[in-house]
C-alpha cells in the first residue's frame, strides 16, 4: 500500500469514470446519504481505487460507493489509487478485503461476491475460503443458491436486501422463469406477509399451478385471487391470513372440509371457558388433544365436572365419521 501511495495516486476527472457496476463491484441496494454527509463534513478520507481500461477510460476497481457520492456532490475531480499494474482477479480480490475490512455484506452483495470468486477462482477454493469468511456453510447448494440471485430483477434483489423478503421464501422461485417470479412478487407485495407466510404462500401457489396445470401468472388474474387484496374492510394481517385460506383450502379441499366440520362439532358442545379440544395435524394421528386453563384446583374440578356432562362428548372423533 505505500509503494502504492508513492507510485501511483492520480488525480481523475469523474466524467471519465463509467459508473456502471464493473466486474468489480460488490455493492448494491446502498444508501448514499451516510456517505455523503461524510464527505460533506470530513472531506474524501479514503480515496477510491481505479484501473485503466484501454481507451474507454477508468473502471472502479474499489470505491464504488465513495465515486457515486463525490458525483452526488458534484465534484469534478478526485484523486484515487491507479490499479492498472494489476491483473482482473487481482482487482476482485482486492476490492473483495477492501469491502472485507470495513462492512459487511447483505445477501445480495454476497451473491456477487461469489458469482466473481468463481469466475476468477476454482469453485472448491471458493467454497473452502471464502464462503467462511461470508459466514456461509462451505456447501456446494448454498454457493449455487447464492449464485443464482445475481439473475434476478432489481426489484426482487431490493426486497432481499431491505429484508421485506425471504430467501427461503424466494428459493423455489429461482426454477421459475422471470414473468412467473415477477408475477408473485408484484401480488404478494399488497399482503405484506411475514416471513413464515411467504413460504406457505409460495409453497401454495406452485403446488396449485402443478396440480391445475396452470401458468402462476394466469392463475394470479383469477378473480377469487386478485379480489383479496381490496377488501377494505379489514386489515393489512386479516388480509394476509384470509388469503392463506383462501389458497389452503384450495390446495387442500379434503382437508378443510374435515377441519370444518371438527370445528362446528366443537362448538356445539358449549365448552367450558378456558377449555379447548384440538385435533391432530392433518388428521394423521388417532389421538385428539383436550387442553384446559384454569386459575387453581378448585377452578380445575369445577371444569372436569362441566366436561363430565356434556352431551356429545362421546362423538367427537375423525370428522368423516357419523355424526
Known sequence: MQQIEKQKRIWVDLSRIDERPGPCCMSFGYDLKPLVKSIETVGLVNPPFVAREGKAGLGIVAGYRRLMALKTLHWDRVPCWDLSGLSLRERVLFNFYDNYATRGFNEVEISMVLRRMVSHLSKEQTLREYMPLLGLPSHEQTLDLYLALETLESPIKMALVKKTLSLRALKPLLDTDADTRQAVFDWMSQFKFNLNQQIQVIDYLLDLCEN????????????????????????????????????????????????????????????????????????????????????????????????????????????????
Open 212 to 323: 391445475e396445470h396452470k401458468r402462476v401468472p394466469a392463475l394470479l388474474e383469477e378473480e377469487g385471487l386478485t379480489s383479496l387484496g381490496q377488501d377494505r374492510g379489514i386489515n393489512t394481517p386479516q388480509k394476509a391470513k384470509q388469503v392463506l385460506d383462501r389458497l389452503r383450502a384450495r390446495c387442500h379441499p379434503s382437508l378443510t372440509r374435515a377441519e370444518q366440520v371438527f370445528r362446528t362439532r366443537v362448538a356445539r358442545l358449549r365448552l367450558p371457558d378456558g377449555a379447548a379440544i384440538k385435533h391432530p395435524p392433518f388428521f394423521e394421528d388417532p389421538h385428539y388433544r383436550l387442553e384446559i386453563a384454569f386459575r387453581n384446583g378448585k377452578a380445575l374440578t369445577e371444569k372436569l365436572k362441566a366436561l363430565f356432562g356434556l352431551e356429545g362428548l362421546q362423538k367427537i372423533g375423525d370428522p368423516w365419521s357419523e355424526d
